[in-house]
């Protein structure tokens, strides 16, 4: 799961939400291969086995009611008939190797090199002459970190905004390049950190020179702000540098006018999309599209053999190809149903009491000056929900779930966001309205006090704490020490919440008081910080000896 502010991530555990006993003997009835025989077991009492990860998955399943998060099938709510006569009624007879019949993904010559034509077809308006789309069963982060190894050399440097997915930190350790921190648009009032804006990156370059050889961008982000990539393409080609574009949430964006461009209309040299998160592909499974012309496909599929498994799966694959045909069949009016529904939902809530939506009535669109503006595009199937003061993000979503089934996507201390796609129905909006509507009778139960409810992100962006390379703090000798003595000291891990996996201390960086206060808050408020050296974050790894 990726993107935005830079510490918004789910606040729930599957432990405070669900009850792990429920229901067990469902488990050895999943992988029977008859109606029949999983109601003869589940029957039975037979089961001996516990299986907590399996019977919380399926109890889970059952209990959503309002599904705003990715994948975009939404529980199989809408995918090809196809893919889905693959997978029915026993999906694990497609679950098969890479046999003659079906090609091999890291050298295609056969049905996957023609479905990945297709792809570029279907997803791109140039088409496969201009375009080479490659299927990604590791999701975007594979592909992130595949395109900063085939554009980005080892000491040269790598424009990134300070939001980026950790995918990029991780790209940067791999490809050993140095990254150029640039702070994103950054909304104050509504605590939403939004794109980059082109000066920036001209300031960049002209800072850094002939030093960098790629910028990376992210657009969307997780609120789904676009930036302006058709100029960020223009500045980045005239410096003679790659540009590439982190659109995992802009899939569907080719499908319909109403919705922003796709950098693959902006001349990006690498556009990267998580076709499962807003799209109708299973998780993990998102497509590369790169320019033929502007990038070396050779090196490029060399460094995906490094981040992609070689034992690849053939229903991600499948999915992928299934979520093709869908949309080159459908794509206008299936996003023509999911924008009305969109718009619908965000003009029933904005009417609510206390709850704004972010794009609705010019909230949060506001022009820095002439030529900046906060939201440079922003992609209406996604509704980020801004609260009421003294209420809690993490503690609504928390009520939602509990109370209604209504999962958000991404909450956050001051907002909420839903993702809405071709597989979302009237009766998720229906439910996610109602449920909105009722906070006010449990308003004491919902906020209560636990000293974070506000947290200005703006500082920790603006202040430039890199001391070394992220490669050099991941290789460095290291040692833990207790949290209070940390400060000051270069951080050897990368800490972030996840999702949407954006890091708040970034390996290399000298640890602040600032950071350890925000993270402390996360923490208060329920959520979790992936990173660390351990849960409670009382200890932190840092470099051992500083010259």
Known sequence: MRG?????????TPVHHHRLSIRQNCIRACALSTTNEATQFLESGKQTTDTPLISTLHDESRRVRGNFFCPGHKQGNRIHPSFRSLCEPDPLRADLPELPALDNLFSPEGVIQDAQRMAADTFTRDGSEIWQTLFLVNGSTCGIEAAVLACARPGRKLIIPRNAHQSAVHAAVLSGTIPVWVTPQYDQRNDLVHGITASDILEAFRKHGNQIDAVLIVSPTYHGVCSDTETIARIAHEFGAKLIVDEAHGAHFTFHPSLPRSATDSQAD?????????????SQAAMMHVRKASVDTRQLRSALQLVQTTSPNYLLLASLDGTRALMEERGKALMTQTIDLARDCASRIAKLEGFEVLGTNGVGMEAVNSENYLV?????TRITVLLPSGMIGYDLDSYLIDQYGVYAELPAFRHL????SPGTSQKDVDVLVTSLSKYKTTAVEINKPNGATRVNWEDTFKDDNSAISPRDAFFADSMTLKTEDAIGRISVDTLCPYPP??????GGERITRKHIDILRAVLEAGGSVSGAADNELSTIRVVAEEE
């Not at 935005?4 to 729930?12: M, T």
Request: with cysteine.
């Open 376 to 380: 440079y595009g922003l992609d209406c």
């Open 417 to 420: 966001t839903f993702v809405l």
């Open 270 to 282: 690498i556009v990267v999309q998580s076709t499962h998160k807003t799209l109708t592909a299973m």
């Open 4 to 12: 935005h502010p830079i510490l918004s991530f789910h606040a729930y």
């Open 501 to 506: 996996g954006i890091p708040l201390i970034i």
